[in-house]
């Protein structure tokens, strides 16, 4: 049974990504929840407690990701870029070790991104859901609690980013 399930979630994801085109994801966004395999990562003062808030086309087909971090109790604006590579909707940056960064689900209203960091030995899976609004979570928390499961995170783990904890509104 788990291995049929996981077979899903992989054509699930195969399927998603052939259908991706970069200018989806372009434009404002909010993060509204972030969960990890390692929860230290996404807590207070953890590496990827992060506040995405807009995602560019770049001309080589790259995309630049601007975020707010907090580093010494202030919000900082950040920026990454994610390198494309030949497989749709897939991207690679270096923060901490290697990344690699995946759009799950793009809808007009939310996506969930899902990130594989490795450093050294360790790897680390992270995802995230990301709105148009602050309010789009409620479409797509569903989707977005079914692939964190698949991914072996707790129901525990997934962190709620309330407007109180937020880092992007300097």
């Known amino acids: 049974m ?48 992060c506040f995405m808030t807009d995602i560019a086309l770049l001309d080589n087909g790259n995309l630049n990701v601007t975020y707010f971090h907090r580093e010494d109790g202030k919000c900082v604006k950040k920026f990454y870029i994610a390198e494309k590579t030949g497989i749709p909707g897939h991207y690679t940056f270096e923060y ?44 797509g928390y569903e989707d977005y609690y079914i692939h964190t499961c698949s991914r072996g995170i707790s129901p525990e783990s997934i962190v709620e980013l309330s407007l109180s904890r937020r880092c992007d509104t300097n």
């Open 96 to 139: 901490q070790g290697k990344n690699d960064l995946t759009f799950v689900d793009v809808t007009k209203d939310f996506t969930i991104m899902d990130l594989e960091n490795q450093s050294g030995r360790v790897i680390t899976v992270m995802t995230e859901l990301h709105g148009r609004s602050l309010s789009a979570g409620e479409f």
């Open 2 to 49: 788990k291995l049929l399930l996981l077979l899903s979630v992989g054509l699930g994801l195969t399927w998603t990504l052939e259908d991706f085109h970069p200018e989806q994801v372009v434009g404002s966004w909010h993060t509204l929840n972030l969960a990890s395999t390692d929860p230290s990562v996404i807590e207070e003062g953890g590496p990827y407690l």
